[in-house]
């Protein structure tokens, strides 16, 4: 089992930068790759990011290319979500995942309970 517990969400204005955490317990942590995933009002949930076991490969959905950037730092279990150059469209939930590639696609098996992200124009 994975446990996850999402923090750092706020409210920010467009253009602005946030920076979420997730701190990961469990003995498999450390086998797994992790994400981030994120649900608008109205929208359904929809893949933001992911990073593999070793933190050497990311990937990113098309949206958020080019302003966020995951990490993670495997001796605190933690993975971070660095938002940068913010647009009101962002404004979600974001959700920890921790998961592994299946058939070359980032499949989430655990979830954080979400941290709500709000950006103002």
């Known amino acids: 089992q994975v446990q996850l517990v999402d923090t750092g969400g706020g409210l920010v204005q467009a253009g602005g930068s946030l920076r979420v955490s997730c701190a990961a317990s469990g003995r498999t942590v450390s086998r797994n790759g992790m994400g981030w995933s994120r649900q608008a009002p109205g929208k359904e949930r929809e893949f933001v990011a992911a990073i593999t076991r070793s933190g050497i490969s990311t990937y990113y959905a098309e949206s958020v290319k080019g302003r966020f950037t995951i990490s993670r730092d495997n001796a605190k279990n933690t993975v971070y979500l660095q938002m940068n150059g913010l647009k009101p469209e962002d404004t979600a939930v974001y959700y920890c995942?921790?998961?592994?590639?299946?058939?070359?696609?980032?499949?989430?098996?655990?979830w954080g309970q979400g941290t709500q992200v709000t950006v103002s124009s």
């Open positions: 995942t921790a998961g592994n590639w299946e058939n070359g696609n980032y499949a989430p098996r655990y």
